[in-house]
């Protein structure tokens, strides 16, 4: 981060902390009644589009998005025993451990350079709970030349209730210029921020392990799948059985696009994680991850060398002079008319420390940019399949608020 940008981050830093102390909370609106893994739950302090996981799915999350202001607000039910997909530097969820998330989260946003500090405390299933601010700057060149640059704003908390941790994580994005003005305006949301249950915390999860399928091995050496070199099979299941001893875990989720499956176990839900030997030193990625799905569909498909990064990172980290068919960059901008098709490779901003990423099966979007996607996925839904909200021309997700962008091999007018 150069001088200028560090200049600016301490000094909206400052001004954060400042206005945590006078301002007031805006204006209450009516809680919002939500289901996270299964419990019932009122959100209060933001209005918008509600996006939720479904049953099983490795990351329970609900995403309540604000389009006017470019903020979401999302409540992260973590059984114990599970971790969330979207987070890379977590550890498995116990009793306990509110503080060590907590703890690991602020590690990692001093580590990335986003210089947290305090965010206002704030009611969680009854109890006063602390939490983070921080800040990051996101700049994209896209294939078109064009620049895009937003700072984004991440306050979150973590508590204990029932058989979970639960991360609140609420996220404001927005243009460098209004950096400043737009501050103000989130600190003072912060504090009418609130979770409560309606009595099903205790709820059990359902999130379950995913567990041996018969014969779902042997059709991945099928002529019609696709696998890469080095891999025995689809999805490498004897490398990862001799590994991790394992080999009582299902090894193909159920969803196939174009030749190539998505594979479990998950490692969001408690799965041994190992490196796939898709990877190369220095661009190692977990076997049964979001981005070794990703990265396998590039390599096979575009002949891509495999590249570090996580699910938010795939976008940024891409660069075509490494080989392969070129694929351009397009961030999720709805000014700008263009939406990913089919084979795409989307790179998830969710608020999150490791993101999400995914590959583009059908496109369902009317001539004014309102309708869905359907895509292909790993550590996230239980058959390997998820859907996609789009508005507007802008493309949305259940997993921390709006897409970043994707990777296609098709160059848009």
């Excluded at 059990?204 to 041996?212: E, S």
């Excluded at 030997?277 to 990265?295: H, K, N």
């Excluded at 979007?365 to 058959?383: F, I, K, M, P, Y």
Aim: hydrophobic letters at 40%; one cysteine or more.
């Amino acid at each position: 981060m150069n001088a200028a940008r560090l200049s600016l981050a301490t000094m909206t830093l400052a001004v954060f902390a400042a206005l945590t102390i006078t301002a007031r909370p805006a204006q209450a609106s009516r809680p919002i009644s939500v289901v996270v893994d299964g419990v019932r739950v009122n959100v209060s302090g933001i209005d918008g589009v509600v996006l939720s996981a479904s049953a099983g799915d490795a990351t329970q999350e609900t995403t309540i998005f604000d389009p006017a202001r470019k903020r979401t607000l999302s409540v992260i039910a973590v059984p114990f025993g599970t971790r969330p997909g979207i987070e890379d530097i977590l550890p498995l969820a116990h009793r306990g451990g509110a503080a060590q998330y907590r703890t690991a989260l602020d590690e990692f946003r001093l580590r990335t350079g986003e210089f947290a500090t305090d965010a206002p405390t704030i009611d969680l299933f009854g109890q006063r709970v602390d939490g983070d601010f921080s800040q990051r700057h996101e700049h994209v060149t896209t294939s078109e030349g064009r620049d895009f640059e937003r700072d984004v704003f991440t306050a979150e908390w973590v508590a204990e209730a029932g058989p979970r941790l639960w991360i609140i994580r609420e996220v404001q994005f927005e243009p460098t210029s209004e950096a400043l003005t737009t501050v103000a305006d989130f600190s003072a949301a912060l504090r009418g921020v609130s979770v409560a249950s309606d009595g099903t915390v205790g709820n059990p999860t359902t999130v379950k392990r995913d567990v041996a399928r018969a014969g779902a091995s042997s059709w991945l050496s099928a002529p019609a799948i696709k696998r890469p070199a080095r891999y025995g099979d689809g999805c490498d299941s004897a490398d990862y059985d001799r590994a991790t001893f394992a080999n009582d875990w299902r090894h193909a989720l159920g969803a196939i696009f174009r030749g190539v499956p998505a594979c479990g176990p998950r490692p969001g839900t408690g799965a041994p994680a190992i490196a796939a030997a898709l990877g190369a030193p220095g661009a190692e990625v977990v076997q049964f991850g979001a981005a070794e799905l990703s990265l396998r569909w590039m390599n096979l498909v575009f002949n891509t060398p495999p590249f570090a990064g996580n699910g938010d990172e795939l976008l940024l980290n891409y660069d075509p002079a490494n080989g392969g068919e070129p694929l351009f960059k397009y961030v999720n901008v709805p000014k700008y008319g263009i939406l990913p098709m089919p084979g795409d490779v989307l790179s998830y901003e969710t608020g999150g420390t490791g993101g999400h990423t995914a590959v583009v099966e059908n496109v369902h979007v009317d001539r004014r940019g309102n309708g869905s996607l359907t895509v292909l996925e790993q550590d996230a839904s239980v058959h390997g399949v998820g859907h996609l909200l789009v508005r507007n021309g802008e493309v949305l997700s259940n997993k921390g608020g709006p897409i970043l962008g994707w990777l296609s091999p098709r160059p848009y007018r």
